[in-house]
């Protein structure tokens, strides 16, 4: 009997692939906190280890509440992302690492869902023709499974159809924006960001930064900020201007 509770788990992947997360995870804080340790005078350093204190990223925990299978809530589901992909900008982990340290932290209900959600995808596109799932199909088949029936769809007629509003500033139309983005998984080129955002803005600021050399969306925005302010500024010393 002991010798069966010893062989237990071994070879198992999920297992293994976790405690090599673990291992690099280790390595890792090892060598920030050598490297954090550099940086204290000597005088520190001769203190006793009570006094020393530990730097916050090294003390990261990661406390979180899986989605429901009985109450679907899309700001729980992106609450429990965006927390697993802040805890995973400290570690290194590949992605089938980041699927199997979620479903580790995830509810039973979730791990049951994602065996029979692949067993599903292999049996349709065939075992010879199914790409292994990455962290963004992974984040995705979540959303379209516990956002609630039509928001996911909801979001994204949203996001087709965004436009700044006649009274929406240039920062409360580009919060929208990136929330949007957010919660859709919206990945795409810089170039084709700039285009969409772009193309959401009021008609005088387009006109303003179609012919500018972007390259970057922050830079887009900075543009649109400034264009806006100007325009505010003619209308309070000049009276109407039609702003579109």
Request: charged share 30%; aromatic share 12%; glycine share 4%.
């Amino acid at each position: 009997m002991a010798d069966e509770k010893k062989d237990e788990g071994v070879g198992d992947p999920i297992k293994i692939l976790l405690e090599e997360a673990l291992e690099r995870q280790r390595n890792a804080m090892m060598d920030s906190f050598a490297q954090i340790l550099q940086r204290y005078p000597e005088a520190t350093l001769r203190l006793p280890a009570a006094t020393l204190e530990i730097p916050r990223p090294l003390r990261y925990k990661l406390i979180l509440k899986s989605p429901s299978s009985r109450v679907k809530d899309a700001d729980a589901v992106d609450k429990w992302l965006n927390l697993l992909e802040g805890y995973f900008t400290f570690h290194e982990f590949s992605s089938q690492e980041k699927i199997v340290f979620a479903l580790l932290k995830a509810a039973p209900h979730v791990k049951d869902w994602w065996e029979t959600y692949c067993e599903q995808k292999d049996e349709t596109t065939g075992l010879l023709f199914s790409a292994a799932p990455t962290w963004d199909s992974f984040r995705d088949a979540i959303k379209e499974q516990y956002y609630p029936v039509g928001s996911y769809e909801d979001e994204y007629i949203k996001w087709t159809m965004l436009r700044q509003g006649r009274d929406q500033d240039v920062p409360e139309f580009t919060n929208l924006f990136h929330t949007l983005r957010t919660k859709l998984g919206i990945k795409d080129t810089e170039q084709h960001l700039i285009l969409k955002y772009r193309g959401c803005l009021h008609k005088y600021i387009q006109e303003e930064i179609q012919f500018l050399n972007i390259s970057l969306l922050g830079a887009a925005y900075r543009y649109a900020i400034k264009v806006e302010q100007k325009f505010k500024q003619k209308k309070r010393d000049f009276g109407s201007v039609n702003l579109k």
